[in-house]
């Protein structure tokens, strides 16, 4: 059963038409959706107050309210509605909710007032985060969401998708009000840490080891990336620290479409033993062959 439309929005019966106005102008801007998106208390409340408006605002419809002829929610008594007793509905639907809401928030904050007998809203936007791991981040997938309720959603995560970043999902959201388009679903990715990769903007960074000899005399070593294992080689006299640039083999960019690279940093990493000829060796070559690394 509907509350009683003056309590709803604080009055006696005898106020004013301006009293009623302005009661509801001040109830609908502290308590409309646009200012509360996340109270679903302060939305109901407004609902209240909304439906409470549509009836007084309306000189007919306060006419027959308090005349018994129809009740809190508009619809005709018994008495009266087998007596034949209703009346046309007066000045019709639009009685000044486009007006005033569009007064209070701007056009945005109309939505509809004015139409199909009332008001309508668009439905809250509705806010998820959703995990996924590297690669599914880099190559794209296709992801369920569960809501705190209990559905799912099906969203296909775009290739090169960044960590943060919200997909948005039209009309996934919250149901609109009175007629009101839903709202949206906005998925925030959250992006989990691979276990040797790493992004720097449309780049993915790598660290790969290579031994003393592929340093000093080369070699074609193997790396892994998003794509798969590709051969890379390792110029002569390589040191630790230098980057190896393949070109393609980054993340793609949605906006560009173009890829970025892979930087492979290598590090010589020793053999854990140093054995007798590996220790003559370099010591005779040190003898002839002494050198400054550049250290400060």
Do not use: C
């Not at 790493?198 to 990336?225: C, F, M, N, Q, Y």
């Not at 854990?272 to 250290?295: H, M, V």
């Amino acid at each position: 059963m509907a509350d009683d439309p003056y309590s709803v929005l604080g009055l006696s019966r005898t106020a004013s038409d301006d009293e009623i106005r302005r009661a509801f102008r001040r109830l609908a801007k502290e308590l409309h959706p646009d200012v509360n998106p996340s109270n679903a208390s302060a939305i109901e409340r407004f609902k209240r107050v909304s439906a409470a408006y549509e009836l007084l605002g309306d000189p007919e419809k306060r006419r027959r309210y308090d005349a018994g002829e129809i009740d809190a929610a508009g619809e005709p008594r018994r008495a009266y509605q087998q007596a034949g007793a209703g009346r046309p509905g007066g000045p019709g639907p639009d009685f000044g909710f486009g007006d005033m809401f569009s007064d209070l928030f701007g056009q945005a904050g109309a939505r509809g007032a004015a139409g199909g007998g009332g008001f309508s809203l668009r439905g809250q936007d509705m806010r998820y985060t959703l995990d996924i791991d590297f690669m599914e981040a880099v190559l794209g997938a296709r992801k369920r969401v569960t809501m705190p309720e209990g559905g799912q959603l099906d969203l296909s995560v775009p290739e090169g998708v960044k960590d943060g970043q919200v997909l948005r999902l039209k009309g996934k959201g919250g149901p609109g009000i009175r007629g009101g388009a839903a709202g949206d679903a906005l998925v925030e990715v959250r992006i989990r840490p691979h276990a040797y990769f790493k992004r720097i903007d449309d780049d993915i960074h790598l660290e790969v080891s290579i031994t003393l000899d592929e340093a000093v005399l080369g070699a074609r070593i193997e790396v892994p990336t998003a794509s798969g294992r590709v051969s890379v080689n390792v110029p002569k006299g390589t040191s630790s620290g230098k980057a190896l640039r393949l070109k393609g083999k980054g993340v793609r960019n949605a906006g560009s479409g173009a890829a970025g690279d892979q930087i492979v940093t290598v590090k010589i990493v020793l053999p854990d033993t140093i054995d007798d000829s590996l220790a003559y060796f370099l010591t005779e070559w040190r003898k002839k062959n002494a050198y400054d690394p550049g250290r400060p």
